[in-house]
C-alpha cells in the first residue's frame, strides 16, 4: 500500500510516519513545501529531514489565497494552476492508494486532484479552529480526524488527538543544572522578532539562565548573527532533529509562538510555556490556541505587539521566581492530550483505504 502525505505542518507528519513505517507493506511518499516562505529561500526542515530517513520527497511548486495584497500576491495566484498541474503528474506516475493531508496551501491541490481519481482522503486537523486550506480541502475529503474533543461534531469526523514524535515520546532523564534551562524556538520556520527580542537581552538573560535557543532559517541570517555569542550558558541552532525531546525534557519552561504542534508537546511534557501567538494568522488562530492552553494551565502569554527585548526579559525573570508553582499548573494540561495518536491516525489511514477498497 502507497500513503502520500502532503501538507504544511510537519510535526505532526512526521510523527504519524513513524508510525505508518512500523506496518508491513506500507510505502509513504511525501509531497510538500522545498522552502519555508515565500520570498525566502530557505529550504523547508521536512525536505532535510525526509530524505535522510528513507522517506522520499517531492517538492510542490504552488500559491496560495493570500488575505491582503503584497508584493508575492500576483505571483501567489498565478502559481495555483502551476500547483495543480503538478499534482495532476505526482498523483498519476506515484498512484497512492490512499492520501494524507496535514493542511495549508500545499496540500489543497494534491487533495482535489486526487479527488478526481477517486483516491480516499483523510485530512488531520491539529488546531481548535479550521484554517482555510483544511476548510477547502474538507470538501473532497472521505474523513477528517481532528486533535480535541467536542470541537468538531459533524458525521466524517473523527478524534485522534495531535500527533507525538516519538523523540518527545521517548526521552532520557533530565540532567541536573546550576542555573535553569530555558528553551527558546519560533517552530520550525523560526521567527525573526522573537529572535530580535533575544539578542536584545541576552546578555542578561544569559546570567540568569542556561538559553538553548533554535532560531530557525530565514532570509534575515539570525543564526549567522547569533552563533558569535555562543558560550556556557548559551547554545543556538537552527533547528534540533534526533536531540529535541531530550532538550525539551531538559528546559525548565520554554519560549515560544503558540503553534498548535509546539504546545501539544509541552503538555505532554508538563512544560510551562511563555508563548508569543502570531498576531495574523486566519481566524486569529494561535492566540486561541494559546488562550485554550492559558485556561489549561501551561501557557502566558506575551503579545507580539508587547515584545521587546525588555519585556521578554522581564517576563522570563518573572516566571523563573514562579517556576514551581508554573510546573504544578502545567502537569494539569496533560489531560487533553491523546499519548498516542500518531499511531490512531496512522490506523484509521490504513483502515480508509481498506473500508474504500471493499466498497
Known sequence: MKILVT???????????EELKKINGVEVVYVGRKTTLEGDNAQSVESEI???KGIKFIPLVTGRLQRSFTIYT?????KIPIGLIQSFFIVLSEKPDVVLSFGGYVAVPIVFISWLFSIPIMIHEQTLVSGLANKISSWFADKIAVS????????KFILTGNPIREIVMKTKSKKEAVLPTILITGGNQGSHVINLAVEQCLERLTRIAGVIHVTGDNRFKDYERLQSNKNNNYTVCKWIDKGWGDVLLQADFVVSRAGINTLTELAFLGKPALVVPIP???QDEQNKNAKYFENLGLARILPQSKLSGETLFKEIKLM???LDDLKIKAEQARKVIIPDAAKRLALETVLLYVEKKKI
Open 74 to 78: 500576483i505571483p501567489s495566484l498565478l
Open 280 to 282: 495574523y494568522l486566519y
Open 50 to 52: 525526509l530524505p535522510s
Open 320 to 322: 523563573l521566581n514562579n
Open 7 to 17: 501538507g504544511a505542518h510537519f510535526t505532526p507528519a512526521l510523527a504519524t510516519i
Open 148 to 155: 480535541f474533543s467536542g470541537i468538531f461534531n459533524k458525521e
